[in-house]
């Protein structure tokens, strides 16, 4: 492991800072933040750091004070703000005062707090607190892990570390962890650092810069000392193909997989939580879930008990997938999940028989394991999901690295593993998933890059969704993209280059997402043209062209979307942009208004065909939506220049006289579009094969 503080970035960070952070908390922070970038050393929330300095109080009195990393807050990145303020006498008073529960500590940690804010103290602050050191640093190095989860850790601790650290087994995390680190650091007092049982390493200095060196220095010990002992090999694969040879491919699982992990929500309009899939691609851990040894060595509790809540005790596990028949390896993983469920069920009862009925949504697995396919990490987004599959992908390293060094994995006790589990100051850092609504959903919109489809796309985005954006390839698509990328971030995002026109390309297109998110939960069927021509000049390539794009440009994508969706079994969304001039078409605009219509017909009928499925199929239909945000409607380009000429009117015109028409005299922007189109997808009430007009009330123009 490479030392990579510098000084002189340490002292650029320092001041980038501002007078409002002193030099020793903002070296801390930058220490964090090495930390924090290292994989191997921590990840995801996980691990903390402190200072013991100074802080002022509401009246201005400066005290002791203790800076610890909030609960749930990662390394990377680490900022003030991500740390809490106690004041240091008055936490050590009550700490020596009384053994506190969670919720007890909770009010201590409030009671002392300097900086009032809504984070909440790390779990681990009395270690910090108690341990009499200015800068404590806390990780789980995957090294560290490796020779405290086996059963020889001993005599491997003292091998790689000698009397350097001190030694001691696991407590749960809270007082009495801190008390037992205190008692044992006071037994080795020439330690410079702790190793404690499942739980990783804990280094300190009167710097950070000496906290920092001491981690990377046992770290790197730990790494030499295994590198050394390798002596065994993982035996001949038991399952005889890899993903590349399956017949059934990651994409075609997938939708199987997503459907059938996917917790009831208890909410009969949204019957199932959404959840996202992550294929954890790496060839060594392909190999290890496909040998003899796979599923012994995988199937194992997590390294440290501070990622139960975000990995689940167990991976499931698929003994011998049917790769080469889809159907049947879905009743493989329904059979398999009833087992996981009742196994984890009587575990509870067993850990706690006080315990009442507990919900999937509390244990559904967040890793499935499909020797040739790979694995398979689950979370209710795709950060969530990546987070899953950074953690899993560290365990099963550790864990195959005990194997290969000639130990065998020795988990926490079921108690210890409940207790970290299902603690309510643990699952505090979890941020609720949606229940209902549109949160977490994964949509697709196509048309994407147009003004309504701008539109829809941002408001999904500032709903919670993860957005699939669908055009033909090209800049206005980049572009778009790129605007959602910098508002929303990458993750939630993706770019896909369609042609509704084309069912391989419309069929690719939703190949991308599957791999991306590993399903789907609604579709904006939104692409189409426009054309203007009375009906005795209509070029005849110029109206098949319309009908290319808006008829099977709308056929091909529900039809794919109606494959995805019974493939998943958990329902779905589909809503049609449909238009005004289905109900009341315009002189001029026939080929647009007949192929719309067609479009139009289309979703009716899937909202008969889709229903035994439970996807509800619905359409907006709006009128003379001419820009968003800057962005010209492209049918508005197309139309708009003949209409200007027909009314001697300029484009503010154009717009005021489209304004003026409707009952309201509303201007219809597309974000008025895409209310509509998140009130269906919200599933407020029971409705499919229904239109809602938004056009500002156009009497001819209502839906009858």
């Not at 000392?225 to 005889?240: E, F, N």
């Not at 590993?518 to 390539?541: E, F, K, Q, R």
């Not at 109606?562 to 779905?572: C, M, S």
């Not at 974000?671 to 009497?699: N, Q, Y």
Request: charged share 20%; net charge negative.
């Amino acid at each position: 492991m490479k030392n990579r503080w510098s000084d002189t970035d340490a002292a650029v960070f320092v001041a980038s800072q501002g007078a409002d952070v002193s030099p020793e908390f903002a070296l801390v922070l930058y220490a964090t933040r090495l930390l924090g970038s290292e994989p191997d050393l921590a990840m995801h929330g996980g691990g903390n750091t402190s200072l013991k300095g100074t802080a002022p109080n509401f009246l201005g009195d400066i005290r002791p004070a203790l800076f610890v990393k909030a609960s749930g807050c990662s390394l990377t990145g680490a900022t003030a703000e991500d740390f809490t303020v106690l004041d240091y006498d008055t936490l050590v008073r009550l700490t020596r005062l009384r053994q506190w529960d969670d919720a007890g500590m909770a009010d201590a940690f409030r009671f002392s707090e300097l900086r009032p804010g809504s984070k909440l103290p790390s779990i681990e602050t009395p270690l910090h607190a108690l341990l009499p050191y200015a800068v404590i640093m806390h990780t789980h190095p995957a090294a560290i892990l490796a020779l405290t989860n086996r059963n020889d850790a001993r005599a491997c601790i003292s091998e790689a570390l000698g009397t350097q650290v001190a030694v001691m087994p696991y407590v749960a995390a809270g007082f009495a962890c801190g008390l037992e680190a205190l008692e044992t650091v006071r037994r080795e007092a020439r330690c410079g650092g702790l190793v404690i049982g499942h739980h990783g390493l804990v280094t300190w200095g009167e710097t950070a810069k000496e906290a920092y060196a001491a981690t990377i220095r046992f770290v790197s010990l730990a790494e030499t000392c295994l590198a050394g002992k390798k002596i065994r090999k993982l035996s001949s694969p038991q399952h005889g193909v890899t993903a590349a040879e399956a017949p059934v491919s990651y994409a075609a699982i997938a939708p199987i997989v997503r459907g059938a992990l996917s917790p009831a929500s208890g909410n009969p309009d949204v019957p199932f939580r959404k959840i996202v899939l992550k294929l954890l691609q790496d060839s060594a851990l392909s190999e290890l879930i496909r040998s003899r040894e796979g599923r012994k060595i995988a199937v194992t509790m997590p390294l440290t008990p501070d990622y139960l809540i975000r990995v689940r005790r167990f991976p499931l596990f698929i003994e011998d997938p049917r790769l080469d028949d889809a159907d049947a390896l879905r009743a493989q993983i329904v059979a398999s999940l009833d087992r996981y469920y009742d196994e984890y069920r009587s575990f509870i009862g067993r850990a706690n028989p006080a315990a009442g009925p507990v919900d999937d949504s509390m244990i559904y697995p967040k890793v499935i394991l499909i020797p040739g396919i790979g694995c398979i990490c689950i979370g209710e987004n795709e950060t969530d999901a990546a987070m899953v599959a950074d953690i899993t992908a560290q365990a099963l390293a550790v864990k195959l690295t005990i194997y290969e060094t000639g130990g065998e994995y020795a988990a926490l006790s079921e108690e210890h593993g409940f207790d970290m589990e299902f603690r309510a100051y643990q699952r505090a850092k979890m941020k609720p998933g949606a229940g209902s609504g549109v949160s977490g959903s994964i949509v697709l919109v196509t048309g994407a890059a147009g003004a309504i489809g701008m539109g829809i796309c941002a408001s999904l985005l500032e709903a919670g969704c993860q957005v699939a954006c669908a055009d033909l390839p090209g800049e206005a698509l980049d572009a778009a993209v790129q605007e959602f990328t910098d508002r929303f971030g990458s993750d939630r995002v993706i770019g896909i280059g369609i042609d509704v026109t084309a069912q391989d390309s419309v069929a690719q297109g939703f190949g991308h997402i599957v791999d991306r998110f590993g399903g789907l939960d609604g579709v904006i069927v939104n692409a189409g043209i426009a054309h203007v021509s009375p009906l005795i000049d209509m070029d005849l390539d110029a109206f098949r062209n319309l009908e290319r794009v808006n008829v099977e440009g709308t056929l091909l994508t529900i039809r794919e979307a109606a494959k995805l969706f019974r493939l998943q079994g958990i329902g779905g969304d589909i809503v049609l942009i449909s238009t005004k001039n289905v109900f009341a078409p315009g002189a001029s605009f026939g080929a647009y208004s007949a192929t719309k219509a067609a479009s139009h017909q289309l979703a009716r009928i899937a909202a008969l065909e889709l229903a035994p499925i439970g996807v509800r199929v619905n359409m907006v239909a709006p009128d003379a939506v001419f820009s968003h945000q800057g962005r010209k409607s492209g049918l508005w380009a197309t139309v708009g220049p003949g209409r200007m000429r027909a009314r001697g009117l300029d484009e503010a015109g154009l717009e005021e006289y489209y304004r003026s028409r409707n009952l309201l005299k509303a201007k219809v922007t597309a974000d008025h579009v895409a209310a509509a189109v998140l009130f269906f997808l919200a599933r407020k009430t029971p409705t499919t094969g229904a239109t809602i007009p938004v056009d500002g009330g156009l009497p001819d123009a209502t839906p009858r």
